[in-house]
């Protein structure tokens, strides 16, 4: 049975209910339910002015068109959509002899449904997007992905594909997403609802601007987060920090950000500075301030025993509940469990921690780390939160951690907010989440990794993203090889949203013995410019000096994601689309519509292959010659040297790759 509601087409039969109704320009959102009922949850989704769907209902199917995008469904509730006359999308309804159906609800022992969602694939696809993967691959056709976080890992599913259209799945539910040559597949281990988003536009930008309206675009980014931030696994005290601070004053290099990294506190869930070891907070916050530096502070969600929060947070409800065996969570330094950040008392109860002990003192940047949360095992059926068991929500972790702090400083009186954060989910942005790719490795693999992962994580509504220079894990500045990946490192974030120098380098410093409260942690070597050589030291220099002077372009970059949702690093087919050669191109990218990066990624690499898109004349930053688009070239990379290129015409010039 085919219904017109209102500004919806309903089909009911056999207690499914299908509902599929516009959500934005030239997109339809589908929801179904075995339960005949459907809720009233947006979950990524943001309330929007629709303009008035056709509906037309014949004998035996229905069909609804929102602009550009339109839906046939059939009397078996096939669904298929097309932009305009163009199918870009089909539900894989399987019937005699094979019996699959295309939306299958199975009950599962929480008393939900296990879902699997299927599509017809068409082979020579390409798909981009789906958040974070530590992986060499940017297309994503012939991937099998877990939709579920882990360090370094972020599930934000969204795709974008190269036959025209964007797709939501829009259930925090975890699960796994397949893109089969055969099929494309979508699981959910507990829900009692299908939920998804399909958006047909003309142009990669135009479906990843219009998803951006539909679920949240970041606040505007302050001016003083464009710069160098400066971190490494810990500064073990005040004087150390400062220490660092002021080198960087004496030598004339600006530093926007310093970070206070984890285990400042006595206690995990204290919130608040260690001081026996930081004794003046805002004399430090002060001085810093007048050097022209931001103080980042690090918060972990999770609470000891031994805190002062643990016994008021476990009265109130406020801690992520196992189902079985060890109360504990997480053990760093001391067991801990995870606060429940999907809890608004929760929330609430935090950030007036943080308000007391941070904020008054003139902090107002914050590390929101272990945002998956990382549990000692990723055992998802065995956690509960506030808003229901982590099989069906467990991915609205990280953006509810993030979600608190941006209503906390939305009401002290902060708007340009922006909050380091570990991982993240559809609709993250909207709260000033900029996501780092976690403890990754120091290898040029992992090089190449980031720059798909940040791509895919821009695709994916995420445009704020940054990495760890050099990796996470232990690497030693006095090793040449590892001394050439970190310059290579930082040419390459010198052209994400944020230049941030972090790591855990070598040499290992354990703990002192019986040390108590900040000092229980242990620490590692030094990460800051001059701990690689001086020709190294001179070579990120002038690269922090080249940050310097691309500000007023990042600060473009910056406003057009916060208008639109553009993000300012992304894959060559944004900008190019009708270039087939572009959808190819997986280690360059576009800074903003006029810079192209190009990567060194391999150790002893003195040159690489450059394709240079067409459609536009480029001008090598470093020498000045210009070459016109639509031809691969081999150009020199001495180690001092990224190849960048700048787009003709605009308002960019190679003055800004001379000196100082």
């Not at 984890?262 to 050097?291: C, I, N, V």
């Not at 409800?317 to 060890?326: A, D, P, Q, V, W």
């Not at 509810?400 to 570990?422: H, P, Q, S």
């Not at 000033?432 to 695709?459: H, K, Y």
């Amino acid at each position: 049975m085919f219904i017109k509601e209102e500004n919806a087409l309903i089909r009911f039969f056999n207690s499914e209910l299908v509902r599929i109704e516009p959500w934005g320009k030239s997109s339809l959102r589908v929801r179904a339910t075995p339960n005949a009922r459907l809720d009233d949850e947006k979950r990524a989704l943001l309330d929007i002015n629709n303009e008035k769907a056709d509906i037309e209902i014949f004998e035996n199917s229905a069909s609804i068109t929102n602009g550009k995008i339109r839906a046939e469904i059939d009397k078996n509730g096939k669904i298929t959509f097309y932009k305009e006359d163009k199918k870009i999308l089909e539900e894989a309804l399987r019937l005699n002899p094979l019996k699959t159906p295309a939306r299958f609800f199975k009950a599962n022992h929480l008393g939900k449904y296990q879902l699997t969602m299927s599509f017809e694939s068409v082979p020579e696809e390409k798909i981009f997007g789906m958040g974070q993967y530590q992986q060499e691959l940017l297309n994503l056709k012939g991937c099998v992905l877990e939709l579920a976080h882990r360090n370094s890992q972020a599930s934000v599913p969204f795709y974008l594909s190269s036959l025209g259209y964007g797709f939501l799945w829009n259930l925090p539910a975890i699960g796994e997403a397949i893109f089969g040559r055969n099929i494309t597949k979508f699981k959910a281990e507990s829900t009692d609802v299908l939920d998804y988003l399909i958006i047909a536009e003309d142009t990669p930008s135009k479906i990843v601007e219009t998803y951006m309206e539909a679920v949240g675009k970041p606040p505007m980014m302050p001016d003083y987060a464009l710069g160098l931030w400066q971190s490494k696994l810990r500064y073990s005290t005040q004087e150390e920090l400062m220490g660092v601070a002021r080198k960087y004053k004496e030598l004339g290099i600006p530093l926007s950000v310093i970070v206070c990294d984890f285990f400042h506190w006595p206690h995990q869930g204290d919130y608040r500075f260690d001081y026996d070891y930081f004794p003046s907070p805002e004399e430090m916050t002060k001085e810093l301030a007048e050097m022209g530096t931001e103080l980042m502070v690090s918060v972990w969600p999770t609470i000891e025993k031994g805190s002062e929060s643990y016994e008021e947070m476990l009265e109130g409800g406020m801690l992520t509940k196992n189902e079985r065996g060890s109360f504990m969570q997480m053990d760093c330094v001391q067991p801990a469990i995870f606060y429940d950040a999907t809890n608004p008392q929760t929330r609430k109860y935090v950030w007036n921690k943080i308000k007391k002990n941070y904020y008054d003192k003139g902090i107002r940047l914050f590390w929101l780390d272990e945002a998956e949360p990382e549990y000692m095992t990723y055992d998802f059926d065995n956690h509960r939160y506030y808003k229901g068991h982590c099989a069906e929500v467990g991915n609205l972790y990280p953006v509810d951690y993030v979600k608190g702090f941006r209503e906390g400083l939305l009401e002290a009186g902060e708007k340009e907010t922006v909050c380091l954060i570990r991982c993240a989910w559809a609709g993250s942005a909207k709260y000033g989440a900029l996501v780092w790719s976690g403890d990754i490795m120091p290898t040029f693999e992992a090089l190449r990794c980031q720059i798909r992962a940040g791509l895919n994580m821009a695709i994916a509504g995420i445009p704020w993203w940054t990495t760890d220079i050099g990796g996470f894990d232990e690497g030693d500045p006095n090793d040449k090889d590892y001394r050439e990946l970190v310059v290579r490192w930082f040419q390459y974030a010198t052209f994400l949203p944020v230049l941030r120098m972090h790591g855990y380098r070598a040499p290992y410093i354990p703990a002192k013995e019986g040390a108590t409260g900040a000092g229980q942690c242990f620490s590692g070597g030094d990460n800051e410019l001059w701990s690689y050589g001086e020709d190294n030291f001179e070579i990120m220099r002038s690269y922090v000096f080249l940050r310097e002077r691309l500000k007023p372009y990042i600060k473009e970059l910056m406003a057009l994601a916060h208008k639109n949702g553009t993000p300012p690093t992304r894959p060559l087919f944004y900008d190019f689309p009708e270039d087939e050669k572009c959808w190819e191109i997986e280690d360059q990218f576009m800074f903003g519509s006029d810079l192209l990066v190009c990567p060194v990624c391999y150790l002893g690499k003195r040159t690489r292959e450059v394709y240079l898109p067409s459609g536009a004349t480029w001008i090598d930053g470093f020498s000045g010659v210009e070459i016109q688009g639509g031809v691969s070239i081999i150009v020199d990379a001495p180690i001092e040297k990224i190849p960048v290129f700048i787009r003709k015409g605009s308002h960019l010039t190679r003055e800004l790759f001379k000196g100082e």
